[in-house]
């Protein structure tokens, strides 16, 4: 096949159909929003035609364009340099401002700026940066000198450095730069969102460009369960590669299969190759497996970028989401969509996050499948059925709805939003509330704001170092104690995520990259100290000192960075390879890990998985006491503490020193103060409940009935005697005097005397009690009988035989409660119950007399029991003959 040209290429991008309309809609309205379904050339045609590049004539203009994903800033830029014939500008490596020449002349007007990577020079027009880089710029100078078009690219994704990004520039258009302009390229059809935020900006839409895709609906054979956390069914994944298998023989061309995360990558790659997957399922020509995701190194993206090298290899690239927008795999004609995402979750009580794996949304769906129509009819096999299509989500979650919003909500104070409530930004969607004020939290913790919740100086240096405000207070002041050098490689390490197969033990992995040459994380770990001593001196304004005073070996100096990070984290032993961190929250540590034997621990990272009742430790360094209290000072306390113990069911008085919620050390209070016993025994109270801590007598537990039920049948004025209102009145008038605990409380309190002192005294209605409710009650037979008022009706229960001559029993409550007479037979058995005692002699005393009067003989059982005596005893047995 003959290659294809530059010039070739641009003439395909279905993009130019639209750019008069979007050259116009800046020109009227200075905005505009554009939605071009991926490959049409919106990532890179776009760029070059508003810089005039693609127009010979036309003056030149600079744009900055902004990609979510460092992979996808420098895969466009470099698609830009091609399609102009040239390279990216600029020598590589932090700062570097040189230039690069290319053929055709155009070296070096395209260039890419990420974290640690800059190949950009002084003819660039055409910058590339991460969403990211553009914030820091915004921060450093927000007119943004020279810059004539600003492109946020994939806004549809939704991340909070892009809607922080747009927020950011709509205000510097509004105040200081009304001619910047500004486009949202979206690669969804749902832009009347963003066009409302850019002032009703017009919507420019590019049809075609993505060549047809065929949808092949490929369910599991058998039901999988769904994710929970980061678990994914391993039947799942088996079916994925088997779907990917089922791809290679069914269609040409390279294969590109999305999965969650690098975990998954690894799971699909180890099942292709166990399976004898090296050729093309009896094609017999050999199948090349690739990974693509964000910590494959940077070599390894671009190799994948770069298309296959001939020689009939067909490719098998298996990526998470950075596969998903603004590149161009070259020869990829079938992707396999696994149909899961990641999405992060944040426990702000806590201040830890974890990421989710969640169904793709269709609007994902969609964007995955435009990677196989790039560049000639392509084919998707998704792996689910095609009924569940519809049930998915629209779209995926906006992240500022979902993520830790510390460094937005530094961002945000010290570009000038109010230091309370709502920051006041135009944002697609506002900020949760409590998350919000989570991350203010923890900034004035650090020292990045001030107690109104402006920023300090402190803050302003710390948004300017591109870093996690944790980790830019851990560099700041880490550098004193440890000195700048070693804290920047610390930081380095916590600023990206190892490989997990090196390990916990934080200072074990410094020593390991140290010594790991040429190994792509090392690589970016030298990159990023390099950039992070150069962004510590700027900050500071000075060159901060590479060794410090009585700094301690490498072991302590990790411990202490990691804590100033996260002083919350700071965790001592709690048990068997379990610790409690000063947040309050348990953490297990991994089995055979060393850091299973300390006693005290920084942790740098952990994560708590959905639906998980602690966290896990992912990072961390051994520490001593005086090293965690003094990383975490803000958390020390000491106080007396009077509190109910509900494990002894008494009062614990303590002096007590503690680390957030690590309890250092206690010791017994003798004396403690009466108002703190006093609120203690009253919190057992409503814990217990008043009758398992009173002394109630069978009088006193006998009244409280009596009362509650005319309460409950009368209302007012009979008191509620129930638990809330008892603890009141004893709080309010009986409580005894000089109560230290349990047992004092019990012998003070006479609980008989407090129900009296609660009756309806004073308008005379307690004189009644006894005839609305009665203890007792009087029987034909003389004896006085308990009635029962602990149900929902007050019980008589007594021998049918008492009750000869009895008609109708009183009704109480005044009159309006008939009793419930319970008939016993002579052995104390219930034998009927009624509450109409006339018609229980007429209609049911037969079959009760028929049934028990052969079994009671000596008892009487008259045939009219209405005319015969009450008694309570049997008759007198025969003498023996």
Not at 129 to 156: A, K, N, Y
Not at 160 to 187: I, K, N
Not at 797 to 825: K, T
Request: charged letters at 25%; a positive charge.
């Amino acid at each position: 096949m003959t290659p294809v040209t530059p010039e070739q290429a641009l003439r395909q991008l279905a993009v130019r159909t639209a750019l008069p309309a979007l050259r116009d809609g800046l020109d009227r309205h200075g905005a505009a929003v554009l939605a071009a379904p991926p490959g049409t050339g919106k990532t890179t045609l776009v760029p070059l035609d508003l810089a005039g590049l693609t127009r010979p004539g036309s003056p030149l203009r600079r744009v900055l364009v902004a990609e979510p994903r460092r992979i996808a800033a420098r895969a466009a830029a470099r698609r830009m340099a091609w399609l102009l014939g040239g390279q990216t500008g600029g020598p590589g490596g932090p700062g570097g401002t040189g230039e690069t020449g290319g053929a055709g002349g155009a070296g070096g007007l395209v260039g890419y700026t990420v974290r640690g990577d800059r190949r950009a020079g002084p003819r660039t027009v055409v910058e590339v940066v991460t969403t990211g880089v553009l914030l820091q710029r915004l921060q450093r100078d927000p007119e943004l000198p020279g810059v004539d078009t600003v492109l946020l690219d994939e806004c549809h994704e939704r991340h909070l450095d892009a809607d922080t990004a747009a927020a950011f520039l709509l205000e510097v258009r509004e105040t200081l730069r009304p001619g910047l302009r500004l486009v949202a390229a979206s690669a969804t059809t749902d832009t009347a969102g963003w066009s409302a935020l850019l002032g009703n900006a017009p919507v420019i839409s590019a049809g075609g460009g993505a060549h047809p895709v065929e949808v092949v609906w490929a369910p599991p054979p058998r039901p999988v369960r769904p994710p929970h956390g980061m678990a994914v069914d391993p039947a799942l994944l088996a079916h994925t590669a088997s779907v990917v298998r089922r791809a290679l023989r069914e269609r040409d061309g390279d294969v590109l299969c999305f999965l969650p995360g690098a975990g998954e990558i690894a799971r699909v790659a180890g099942l292709l190759a166990d399976t004898g997957e090296a050729g093309d399922a009896g094609n017999g020509r050999p199948v090349e497996v690739l990974a693509v995701h964000g910590r494959a190194p940077a070599e390894v993206q671009d190799t994948v970028l770069a298309g296959g090298q001939g020689g009939g290899r067909r490719r098998v690239v298996l990526a998470t989401a950075v596969a998903e927008s603004s590149l161009t795999v070259p020869g990829v004609r079938v992707v396999v969509d696994a149909g899961l995402a990641r999405e992060p979750r944040t426990d702000h009580a806590r201040g830890l996050s974890a990421l989710t794996t969640v169904r793709a949304s269709r609007a994902t769906a969609g964007q995955r499948a435009g990677r196989a129509g790039r560049e000639a009819p392509g084919t998707v096999y998704r792996c689910w059925a095609e009924g569940e299509h519809a049930r998915l989500p629209r779209f995926p979650s906006p992240e500022i709805a979902v993520a830790d919003l510390t460094a937005f909500a530094l961002r945000a104070a010290c570009w000038g939003a109010p230091p309370q409530g709502d920051p006041g930004l135009a944002l697609l969607d506002p900020p949760p509330p409590g998350a919000l004020a989570a991350a203010r939290r923890v900034l004035h913790a650090i020292g990045a704001l001030d107690g109104a919740g402006r920023p300090t100086g402190r803050g302003r240096r710390m948004v300017r170092m591109g870093l996690h405000p944790r980790l830019a207070r851990a560099l700041l002041d880490g550098a004193a104690r440890v000195g700048a050098g070693r804290a920047a490689e610390v930081v380095a390490l916590l600023s990206e995520e190892p490989p997990r197969a090196w390990g916990e033990d934080l200072a074990a992995l410094w020593r390991t990259v140290r010594r790991s040459g040429d190994h792509p994380y090392a690589v970016r770990w030298r990159r990023e100290t390099r950039r992070l001593r150069a962004a510590a001196a700027e900050a500071d304004g000075t060159a901060p000192p590479d060794a410090a005073p009585d700094a301690p070996p490498d072991d302590g100096a990790a411990a202490i960075v990691a804590a100033l990070a996260h002083p919350e984290r700071v965790a001592r032993e709690s048990g068997p390879g379990s610790c409690l961190m000063a947040s309050g929250t348990r953490a297990e540590v991994p089995e055979g890990s060393p850091l299973r034997a300390a006693r005290w621990l920084a942790v740098a990272v952990a994560d708590r998985p959905v639906g998980a009742a602690g966290a896990r430790v992912l990072l961390a360094a051994p520490v001593d006491e005086d090293t965690a209290r003094e990383a975490a000072g803000a958390l020390y306390g000491s106080a007396e503490e009077v509190v109910w113990d509900s494990g002894r069911r008494d009062v614990t008085a303590r002096h007590v020193e503690r680390l957030g919620a690590i309890t250092l050390r206690e010791r017994r209070l003798d004396a403690p103060d009466p108002g703190l016993v006093r609120a203690a025994l009253l919190e057992g109270l409503r814990r217990e409940g008043v009758e398992r801590l009173l002394d109630w007598t069978p009088a006193a537990c006998g009244l409280r009935r009596r009362m509650a039920f005319l309460h409950r049948e009368l209302g007012a004025p009979w008191p509620d005697v129930g638990d809330a209102a008892l603890l009141t009145a004893l709080a309010q008038e009986h409580w005894p005097a000089g109560a230290r605990d349990r047992a004092e409380l019990r012998r003070g309190v006479d609980v008989h005397r407090l129900l009296t002192a609660l009756l309806p005294w004073a308008d005379g209605s307690a004189a009644r009690l006894e005839e609305w409710a009665p203890e007792r009650i009087e029987v034909p037979s003389g004896s006085r009988i308990r009635v029962d008022y602990g149900g929902e009706r007050p019980v008589l229960a007594v021998r049918l035989q008492e009750l000869f001559g009895w008609q109708e029993a009183p009704r109480l409550a005044d009159g309006r409660v008939p009793l419930l007479v319970q008939l016993l037979s002579p052995a104390g058995r219930p034998a009927a119950v009624t509450s109409d005692l006339a018609s229980f002699w007429r209609d049911g005393y037969r079959s009760v007399r028929a049934e028990l009067r052969g079994r009671y003989p000596r008892h009487p059982w008259p045939e009219d029991p209405l005319t015969a005596e009450a008694t309570r005893r049997a008759k007198p047995r025969r003498p023996a003959r």
